[in-house]
């Protein structure tokens, strides 16, 4: 199924663009890294604060997804309109089986997010559709979370800035994205999609986002 036939179909108010958390209201949000600070007293990378990181995504990631789950992989990256598209680390290194990446769909987009020079930028934005299990799935949450680093893997910095790669999984209805190495939305169709996972992670939640987590989940 393509992208916006899925999205027009489950959630049709919601845009694939950073804040989905913002566009649902059957949601979550996890605050990532314990309040590790992500540099040293010395200035270097906290590789505790990242390995604090990784192991929350993944636990959250299993719980939300299962190998035999079918997965639309959706990247956005964001350049200057006419700009060759640049190559993207996200669909060949991540794939098991590479023949898959002639299925891969694109479609360009108006630039979603506002600026004075708007019409100078635009969005393109690419699909595939596999199994959860056709995925090297530890590339692409590490790719997610080093964002702002200077780590591998990447999925890529020649762009006006950093791609944005979404998990929506067709089999549960829902929608999974990691914004950087801070924090974690998803969204689902129906609330008990989400209702163990939240109570089972309570403490990866901040206390502002609470009330109205609750709300959306019926708690």
Not at 16 to 25: A, R
Not at 41 to 59: A, P
């Amino acid at each position: 199924m393509k992208i916006n036939t899925y999205l027009e179909q489950n959630s049709p108010t919601v845009q694939l663009i950073p804040s989905i958390y913002h566009q649902w209201d059957k949601r979550t949000h996890f605050s990532l890294g314990e309040e590790i600070y992500q540099f040293t007293e010395n200035d270097q990378l906290n590789l505790e604060r990242f390995n604090t990181v990784y192991k929350q995504v993944h636990t959250i990631f299993k719980a939300l997804f299962d190998k035999d789950d079918d997965l639309i992989l959706v990247t956005n990256i964001y350049l200057e309109v006419g700009q060759q598209t640049q190559k993207i680390k996200v669909y060949a290194p991540n794939l098991k089986d590479q023949r898959q990446l002639k299925h891969l769909q694109v479609k360009t987009y108006p630039y979603p997010f506002e600026t004075d020079k708007q019409e100078l930028f635009e969005m393109q934005q690419f699909s595939l559709c596999c199994k959860v299990q056709d995925l090297k799935i530890e590339g692409l949450l590490k790719g997610a979370i080093h964002e702002d680093f200077p780590l591998k893997p990447k999925f890529g910095t020649d762009f006006v800035h950093y791609p944005d790669v979404f998990f929506v999984n067709q089999t549960k209805d829902i929608i999974f994205f990691i914004y950087d190495d801070r924090g974690c939305e998803v969204i689902a169709r129906k609330p008990e999609r989400l209702r163990t996972l939240y109570e089972t992670h309570y403490e990866w939640v901040a206390d502002y986002d609470r009330a109205e987590i609750e709300k959306g989940l019926a708690l």
